[in-house]
């Protein structure tokens, strides 16, 4: 039986291989795909964020992980999709996702993606360091029916204001849901700016963009 602590550790600290050995062997053991994530992605994504934040992780050390991150959701969003099977072959809807203009953290992001796109959703990815205007103006060419925004760091928080602003600006509010998360944000806060919705996490950020959509039917 795979050691769920083994494997996070062998994420949080780059070492590939590992990691792949290790997720592909509880994958062999019947670990469904939901409880890898939720036992180890997230929990591991969390140490490498609060490490990044002190200090102890550098930006080296980010990118090795989101390395090893990626190939190691291979397998994992693969046997999800086996999960869902066919329960939702229509279009579930169409999201917009990006880190907000001054941001250049992704990983969150990525993980949300990931999630999203595994259950059903087309997501257009605009990566980080994304201003308002261009969110709007792709989340308008794109037809979308969400724009999700992620936001690490509380020196950022306004470029998610500035997206809801513009949006009223240009009459466009009712037309999009906006959905919001990241480690800087909460839901408290997201209320005061006006967003639609708030998400902890890529499960949750699932579930509200689940319901976004069904309050626009």
């Not at 994504?45 to 490490?51: A, C, E, F, P, Q």
């Not at 102890?56 to 090893?68: I, K, N």
């Not at 259950?119 to 257009?124: I, K, P, Q």
């Not at 979308?144 to 998610?160: E, Q, Y």
Request: net charge negative; proline share 2%; charged share 30%.
């Amino acid at each position: 039986m795979v050691d769920f602590e083994e494997l996070k550790d062998a994420l949080i600290n780059g070492r590939k291989e590992e990691a792949v050995e290790l997720t592909q062997k509880a994958l062999e053991e019947g670990i469904s795909a939901r409880h890898l994530i939720s036992n180890v992605i997230l929990p591991a994504s969390k140490v490498v964020g609060d490490r990044y934040e002190h200090g102890e992780f550098f930006l080296s050390e980010l990118v090795q992980y989101g390395d090893t991150l990626k190939v190691v959701m291979g397998p994992i969003m693969a046997r999800l999709k086996e999960e869902i099977g066919d329960e939702r072959q229509e279009r579930v809807g169409r999201v917009v996702l990006a880190t907000v203009k001054g941001d250049l953290h992704d990983i969150g992001k990525n993980i949300v993606r990931l999630f999203l796109e595994g259950n059903g959703f087309e997501v257009l990815d605009l990566g980080v360091d994304v201003p308002a205007e261009k969110v709007i103006d792709v989340a308008i060419e794109y037809n979308a029916d969400i724009i999700a925004l992620s936001c690490l760091m509380s020196v950022t928080r306004d470029g998610v204001k500035e997206v809801i602003d513009e949006l009223s600006r240009r009459g466009l509010r009712s037309r999009f849901a906006v959905l919001v998360g990241g480690r800087s944000t909460s839901e408290k806060w997201a209320g005061q700016i006006g967003a639609d919705r708030w998400a902890p996490d890529a499960v949750n950020a699932v579930d509200a963009a689940f319901d976004l959509i069904r309050q626009q039917s």
